[in-house]
């Protein structure tokens, strides 16, 4: 048991990573649209270090919310950097307690012209919104977070990596709409890609030159090489991670301007499947109309009126593609329609 606690301990810290509101606001402006009346829920959110909270918080009235819910899980190791809360039955600040915020009105009630934080923070105090203890841990999975779940028109947040595929499975069984962070290579899984194929979620505008940095927990900073952690801002930096979604945006209807011509010396076709292989996106020849092998950042660009997905990766024998024997970096295959 003790064995099981501690990997349990070294999975959660893994997990601990806190989106920077820069970022946030860089990718939900572009589904401004979508907010309004709606109920949105950050169920992986502390207000105490969630900036998703913030955003939304700070946001309700210009995105038109029609309520805001947050839960959190636990307590967290970096309480206390965002919003200041409090229980009248808790003396300190919580520590390893599960709780959740419902908002339904934010004014201006220090009348300082704006809509901020403070306001936030007095509404709470004063029992204009709900803050209140769960009953279990604030596990996405418990019922608690479910019945939640199913009161919400739209998820967005930064779920924990470790369980990306259990956290998109929920959603899609409850018919969610969603906005959420994930690790790049989630295109990748078993689970995941069939749903990207069959334009079920795509990839969002991702993070401002594929470079996203995130808050961790000081305890996990050694877990980090020299150029991952910066130790002056607390951040670490990945360029594996992306935004995925199921609200439609402009970026998915751009079409991809193709201006290279097909010649076999440059575009060899597969051992084991009637393709050829193109080794960059822009490489995409503009006068060929058969199935073509793809890196997988061709997501990145996916427009589903100009492409449709043929499958992932394997050939007819469903082994890896390959070359000349040899298979290139995973390919996705595609064709024009």
């Known amino acids: 048991m003790a064995n099981k606690n501690l990997n349990a301990a070294k999975e959660a810290k893994k997990d601990e990573f806190y989106t920077q509101l820069s970022d946030i606001e860089n990718e939900l402006r572009h589904y401004r649209e979508h907010f309004r009346g709606k109920t949105v829920f950050c169920n992986c959110d502390d207000p105490y270090e969630s900036n998703f909270f913030k955003y939304f918080a700070s946001n309700f ?20 950097n965002e919003l200041l809360l409090h229980f ?45 203890l769960l009953k279990e841990n604030g596990d996405f999975r418990s019922n608690e977070c479910v019945e939640l779940l199913k ?18 499975a929920q959603l899609i069984k409850y018919d969610k709409k969603f906005i959420i962070v ?62 995925f979604t199921n609200l439609d945006h402009n970026k998915r209807h751009e079409e991809l301007i193709l201006y290279k011509t097909y010649n076999e010396k440059e575009y060899p076709t597969y051992d084991n499947y009637n393709a050829i292989n193109v080794n960059a996106t822009n490489d995409i020849p503009c006068d060929y109309d058969g199935a073509m092998g ?44």
């Open 88 to 132: 009248d039955d808790v003396d300190d600040e919580p520590k390893k307690i599960a709780y959740k915020v419902e908002i339904t009105e934010v004014t201006d009630v220090n009348g300082d012209g704006r809509i901020d934080l403070a306001d936030v923070q007095y509404l709470l105090q004063n029992d204009k919104n709900v803050l209140s």
């Open 182 to 243: 994930g690790p790049y290579n989630a295109i990748t899984y078993k689970e995941i890609f069939p749903l990207i194929k069959s334009n079920v979620m795509w990839l969002g505008y991702g993070f401002k030159a594929g470079n996203a940095y995130f808050s961790i927990p000081q305890s996990a900073s050694h877990d980090y090489a020299a150029g991952v952690y910066n130790e002056y801002t607390g951040l670490v930096k990945f360029r594996n991670c992306t935004w």
């Open 151 to 168: 009161e919400a028109d739209i998820v967005v947040t930064n779920p924990p990596f470790s369980l990306f595929r259990e956290y998109v």
């Open 294 to 337: 793809v890196p997988i950042t061709f997501l990145d660009k996916y427009n589903p009126e100009q492409f449709e997905i043929i499958k992932f990766r394997k050939g007819e024998d469903e082994k890896d593609l390959c070359v000349n024997g040899k298979c290139p970096y995973f390919r996705i295959l595609i064709r024009k329609k």
């Open 61 to 80: 009235n210009a995105l038109g919310l029609k309520k805001l819910i947050a839960t959190c899980y636990n307590g967290s190791p970096i309480q206390g």
